[in-house]
Each structure stands twice: as C-alpha cells, then as structure tokens.
C-alpha cells in the first residue's frame, strides 16, 4: 500500500528560498579578490541569484547544460551554486589547482557552456586558451571597474546581472536533476566525474546538519576553509542556509595569520578544512598564545587527522571533529565524536576515539570486504576494502562506463579505495589508501599510523611515510619529514616513539629530510609524487 504524502521533489533552490525567508538576516561574509570584506544577507542572495538566473537565460544556457566555476569560496561563488543548479543546469565545479592537462580534459569532458572565473584565476584561462570546448563563455567574477586586461573575450559578472530582475520563476525539477558536478583529482589515470542530483545534494545537507550540530545551528557563524571547488565544501554551503549558520569566506587567504584574523574579526565558532591548513592556525595559535575568541569546533577531515593535531586544538578548548568520506559520497560518511555516554571519560579515552575516523552518518552504510569478495565481520581486527552506499553516494561516473564498472559492485556498494577496519559498535579505522600500504615479508604495514606518531614529535612539523622497494621484504617504510627549523630528529628517537605502538618489523627504515612535502590539488599530502621523488633512493641495508 502506499503512502498517502505529497511528492514534492527536494530541491536546491528550495534551501535558499527558505534561508531568504526564515534566516533572512543570516550572513555571508567574503573577504573578495577586489581586496574588501563584502557582507550580503541570505534575503539578498536569494535576490542575486533571481538575477543570474535571467542572466544564464539571456547566455542562452539550456536545461542540463554544464555551467563551470573556477573560484575562490565568496558570495558570487556561492549565488553561482543556487542559480546555476535552480536554472535547471549543472553547477560544475573546478579546482584551480588541477593540472593544465586535468583542466583541460574535464573542461572537454563536461563539455562546459558557460565558465565563471575568479580574477585571481583568468590566466590559467588565458594559457589554455586554444585548447577551451568550442562556444565556451568566460565571465569574470567582478564589477565593471576590476575587469583585467587580457586577450580573451571576457564578460563582466557584475555587468551581466545588473539589467535584470531580481525575482526569477524557478523551474519545478523532478528531484533526481543533475544539479552539481565535480571532478576527483585522481592521481592516477584521468579525472573522472561525480555527478549530484538535487535531491542526494538536500538530503547530504540535512544528513551533515544533524551529524555536526555544534557546526550547524542558528547563529553559529562557519567559516569554510576546505574550498567550494572541493566537493562543495563539504556540504556547508547548503546546509548553513537550512539551519540559519551565517558563513565567511576566507577567498585566498588561506595562511595561518589571515584565518586567524578572520575568525577573530568575524567571531567565527566553527571551521572545517584539511590537516595541511590547520598546520599553519596550529603555528598562529601557538604563536599568539591563544585560539580565536570565539572558535569552538573544527572539523578535520580530506586525510587523516593526526593525534597531536587533535589533543591540541582539544587541549585548547575547541572541539575537533574527525570526518571521513570522498567526492563520490558528496562527500561526508563518518565522523568521529564522543558520544555523550562517555563525555566524561578520561581524555585519552576520548582522544583514542576521535582519532579513529569515527561511525557512519545517518543515510551512509558500510562494509568491508576481503580480497576474494567476502564480506569481513566488523570486529575492529579484520581489515578489507571499505565499501559504501547511500543517498548521497554515487551510482556511476558522469559518462564514464568503464570506471563505473570497476567502482560499483554486483550489489551496488561503491568500492573506495580505502583499506579499513570497523569496530563492532561502529567505528571506522582508515589505515590506508590502498596503493598507499606498505607490503612488507607479506604483512601490510599502515602508513597513516606511523605518521600520527611521528607527528608528535615535537621537531616536526610535517611528515609522511612512503614505500621504498626492497629485494626482499619487497616493500618497506620510509619517513620523510619537514623538520622544524634547525631541527633534525633522528630515527633512533622515532623509533623510541614508536616501539611502543608497533612490532619492530613494522619501524621504518629510515628517515629523510625535505624542505616541504608535495601537495595534491585538494591539498593532501601526494604519496604518488613522493614515491617518484624518492624512486632512485636506495635504503640503507641494500645500498
Ligand atoms: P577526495 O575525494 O579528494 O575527498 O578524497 C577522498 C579520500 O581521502 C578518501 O577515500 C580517503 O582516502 C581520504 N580521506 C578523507 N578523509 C579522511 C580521513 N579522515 N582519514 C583518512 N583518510 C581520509
């Protein structure tokens, strides 16, 4: 029998219209490549946005038609993302830090009408110039009075919206519409396309709402550092509308001392962002000898959060949360926080379980599987590759079979690439990509755990262990470590650390210094690059 409810769809247009109603006074706040702090209300954004609806109408954008953006996180990006996708087009996102030939092969591949640029970005344009889609448009993300000068035939954002109507008849979409469109930066092979739909993009943002509520409530003002090119920052930038969260956005300004400033002129309470950054609001903190006044969460997530980086910002009195999940899963899956229960549990306690990467969001299942296919129990000791599905996972890739076929298996879970183990009240322990491992004698050694605890050491101030070959044991670790200035730890005191923690054959071999480690487009450590940096070194016991 069926039930008797209405079928309205889930739509993304919905969620601003409703925070230019409900949460009309809410904020954004947008430090702007023009130099200036812009504030506008979520009731004028929902008027903006009316206004670059007529305009993508006016370009002569279709229904379904890819509409990219190439920007910072900013109150032109974000009305982009409302327009675009209540227009009826693809809000397609794209990550400046890609490599040309990545840009190039997703700009073809999504085969984008219409590109919204940054100024900041317009010469990455301007050097793939011959190589854009056929037809493609440029509009710089500015006014009349900041349009650079270049050879490219550029329209001014500011000057396409002025001439219309701020109240635009929003098409009424079945909810399965393709609303978004972003690119993973694989590391190996070509970028491939995940694509949301209005509905799994509303259902993520009530998901990740009532997972983060510290994050997500009325009047707690979020201050997004991990980009709206990656994976729509998480999700925030729809669900700060639905609860009422006021955002600031931090456009470039992504070092230590600028988002310190920010969060203290702007009273931010929460903030989410990959490791890498809150390395640099770590060093500030430390330095100013106090976090921001008002700051009382960050959500760490995009790699694993090391230990110390967590006891610290907890230590400090602000709550970390630990969050896992991908592209493909829009992209939040687990987060790791103290359940009530054990609120008062001895701080290593709580600290042991935030720094696992925690236990699945609502409308996210789990499984792990072996390598012949068989589901693994989840006893926190067997460790497979981690298989999702969801609402907000995906079922396929944007036009590319082949690399459905080999994600998606016989029951539609998504393999992701993630070796893992679940403990039997639910929490998940990455312990590595699965090309990342190291296989040593025929037993797999962990990278990540190596790296939390050389991170501790206090002569460190990044670090990554890698694979090298080795005729015998084939593969065995190896960390590479950005020391403090004039600081060189030496393997003998990580070892010290470590032999606590792991068996001696799992301790690495070595220890190599570098000035800096080599970072993917989403900001993550690249292991891929450091292997081929680091392919003739040969280690001790074999040179
Ligand atoms: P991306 O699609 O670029 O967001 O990358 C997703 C991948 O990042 C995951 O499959 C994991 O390998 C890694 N990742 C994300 N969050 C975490 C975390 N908290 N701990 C460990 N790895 C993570």
């Not at 279709?62 to 920007?71: K, M, S, Y």
Request: charged content about 20%; proline content about 6%; hydrophobic content about 40%.
């Amino acid at each position: 029998m069926q039930g008797l409810m209405m079928n309205r769809p889930l739509s993304v247009i919905e969620i601003l219209r409703f925070a230019s109603e409900i949460h009309s006074d809410g904020e954004i706040v947008s430090v702007r490549t023009e130099g200036d702090l812009h504030r506008q209300t979520y009731r004028e954004t929902y008027a903006r946005a009316g206004q670059v609806a007529h305009a993508l109408g006016a370009l002569g954008i279709q229904h379904g038609d890819r509409v990219a953006t190439l920007a910072w996180n900013g109150y032109r990006h974000f009305e982009l993302y409302y327009a675009i996708s209540g227009y009826g087009a693809v809000c397609h996102t794209i990550n400046p830090r890609l490599s040309a030939e990545q840009m190039i092969y997703i700009l073809n591949h999504a085969d984008d009408g219409v590109l919204f640029v940054d100024t900041t970005f317009v010469p990455i344009i301007e050097a793939l110039k011959d190589q854009l889609p056929k037809g493609l448009r440029l509009v710089v993300m500015t006014d009349a009075a900041h349009m650079p000068d270049s050879p490219l035939d550029l329209l001014c954002y500011e000057d396409l919206l002025a001439p219309h109507d701020t109240t635009y008849d929003w098409p009424d979409l079945p909810e399965e519409t393709a609303a978004g469109l972003c690119y993973t930066s694989g590391t190996t092979g070509n970028p491939k396309g995940s694509l949301y739909s209005h509905r799994s993009t509303v259902l993520h943002a009530l998901f990740v709402a009532v997972t983060v509520p510290l994050s997500l409530r009325e009047g707690a003002r979020l201050l997004p550092v991990v980009p709206m090119f990656h994976v729509n920052s998480w999700g925030m930038p729809y669900a700060a509308p639905i609860v009422g969260a006021s955002m600031i956005m931090p456009g470039g300004r992504l070092d230590g001392p600028s988002l310190y400033d920010l969060m203290e002129t702007e009273k931010v309470t929460a903030s989410w962002g990959v490791p890498t950054v809150w390395l640099g609001l770590r060093a500030e903190i430390e330095a100013r000898g106090k976090p921001p006044s008002a700051l009382e969460q960050v959500v760490i997530g995009g790699s694993a959060a090391p230990r110390s980086m967590i006891e610290f910002f907890e230590t400090a009195g602000i709550d970390v949360c630990h969050a896992w999940g991908m592209t493909e899963m829009s992209p939040v899956g687990t987060s790791a926080q103290v359940p009530v229960a054990k609120a008062d549990a001895p701080f290593e306690e709580r600290m042991d379980l935030k720094s696992l990467q925690g236990r699945r969001m609502f409308g996210v299942d789990l499984k792990i599987v072996g390598e012949d296919g068989t589901r693994l129990p989840q006893d926190g000791k067997a460790v497979g590759e981690l298989y999702v599905r969801g609402n907000a996972v995906i079922s396929g890739y944007f036009n590319n079979d082949d690399a459905t076929k080999a994600a998606v298996d016989a029951e539609g879970w998504f393999g992701t690439g993630d070796v893992a183990s679940i403990s039997p009240d639910g929490y998940l322990s990455i312990q590595d990509r699965s090309k990342d491992l190291i296989k040593s004698g025929g037993e797999w050694i962990s990278s990540i755990d190596l790296e939390n605890i050389a991170m501790a050491h206090p002569d460190v101030a990044n670090c990554a262990v890698i694979a090298i070959a080795h005729p015998k044991w084939d593969e065995r670790p190896v960390l590479v470590v950005v020391p403090k200035e004039g600081c060189q730890p030496s393997l003998d005191e990580f070892h010290d650390m470590m032999s606590d923690h792991f068996a001696k054959w799992q301790l690495p071999d070595d220890v190599l210094y570098v000035d800096a480690l080599p970072l993917t487009a989403t900001g993550k450590v690249s292991k891929l690059t450091l292997r081929k940096q680091f392919a003739d070194y040969v280690l001790p016991d074999v040179g």
